[in-house]
Nanobody, 121 residues
Framework: QVQLVESGGGLVQAGGSLRLSCTGS????????MGWYRQAPGKQRELVATTTSNGDTNYADSVKGRFTISRDNAKNTAYLQMNSLKPEDTAVYYC???????????????WGQGTQVTVSI
């Protein structure tokens, strides 16, 4: 059994900062890519940022220069540092990871339960 648990969401004023964390637990041999997605009310889930196991990163245009994704492989944890937050960043943020459960297993895709981020004017 593998779980991704997010934390760090909350309510913040526009221009403020939040840091999200996502930790994988359970039967994990190796975590390949990890990423953050978000879904606002009435909208489709969209990519925010991703990072590979060797640190390559990718960002949505809307968050470039404001958000930073990082990871600690030893802790099976990914972080999303969000600065200069805007009301349009309000959404449920989900962690996603591609995980090998054993040396010989295929790669499975997992989602966290989501954490709410609300940015007020």
């Amino acid at each position: 059994q593998v779980q991704l648990v997010e934390s760090g969401g909350g309510l913040v004023q526009a221009g403020g900062s939040l840091r999200l964390s996502c930790t994988g637990s359970g039967s994990i041999f190796r975590i390949n890519s990890m990423g953050w997605y978000r879904q606002a009310p009435g909208k489709q889930r969209e990519l925010v940022a991703t990072t590979t196991s060797n640190g390559d990163t990718n960002y949505a245009d809307s968050v470039k220069g404001r958000f930073t994704i990082s990871r600690d492989n030893a802790k099976n944890t990914a972080y999303l540092q969000m600065n200069s937050l805007k009301p349009e960043d309000t959404a449920v943020y989900y962690c996603n990871a591609n995980i090998k459960r054993t040396r010989s297993s295929v790669i499975y895709n997992y989602w966290g339960q989501g954490t709410q981020v609300t940015v007020s004017i």
